[in-house]
């Protein structure tokens, strides 16, 4: 399903006349969806650690920049050296402070101003960082992005959810009732995450 079909899923729904294109067009309703496209899929994309946006980074210099899609890390151990040890996070600068002035055995890693920081530095030798990337869409040819650009456009997560996310947003939108559609919305989410983990 692409992005075109999808907003064009949602026209039938609210009787709206379908779009020939989305994506460039002056049409009021077609730049409203498209904008609401976008903010479901973001939305959508957060929500889970999908299997599809899941990536790995190989750490090639201490400090070492995010990644360009960097959107989180994976939950529980998402940074471990290259011999397979987990490296413990720290959360905030005075404890950072604190490990950097005293040399420990332990690895730590502490994320500030778009860099990971390592200590001992020498943990950072081809550590590995588990990450979600932020590029939900699929466009071809360049690959994964952030944002939408074609009415070709694709989604690495189950399509029918930003169908489902942009239809209860334009209801809002317009002042209609949009409960049902947000509750449908939230139990399919849910559905989908645990399908993608292998639970459902």
Excluded at 40 to 68: C, I, M, Y
Aim: with cysteine; hydrophobic share 40%; aromatic share 10%.
């Amino acid at each position: 399903m692409t992005l075109i079909s999808a907003i064009n899923q949602v026209c039938d729904v609210v009787s709206l006349d379908q779009f020939e294109s989305v994506y460039g067009s002056n049409d009021p309703n077609a730049q409203t969806m498209l904008s609401l496209a976008q903010e479901a899929g973001d939305e959508v994309s957060r929500r889970a650690d999908w299997q599809k946006l899941l990536k790995s980074h190989t750490v090639t210099a201490a400090p070492e920049n995010f990644p360009s899609d960097f959107q989180r890390l994976v939950p529980g151990g998402a940074v471990r050296t290259s011999a397979g040890a987990f490296v413990r996070p720290v959360t905030n600068s005075g404890q950072w402070a604190v490990i950097v002035g005293v040399p420990s055995t332990q690895p730590y890693f502490f994320m500030k101003g778009g860099q990971f920081l390592f200590s001992p530095a020498s943990a950072a030798v081809s550590a590995v960082i588990d990450y979600v990337s932020k590029n939900w869409v699929l466009h071809d040819p360049t690959g994964p992005q952030a944002t939408l650009t074609a009415d070709d456009d694709t989604t690495l997560f189950p399509e029918r959810l930003l169908v489902k996310g942009v239809l209860w947003r334009w209801k809002r939108q317009k002042g209609l009732p949009f409960e049902d559609n947000l509750a449908e919305f939230e139990a399919d989410l849910a559905q989908e995450i645990n399908a993608d983990r292998g639970a459902g």
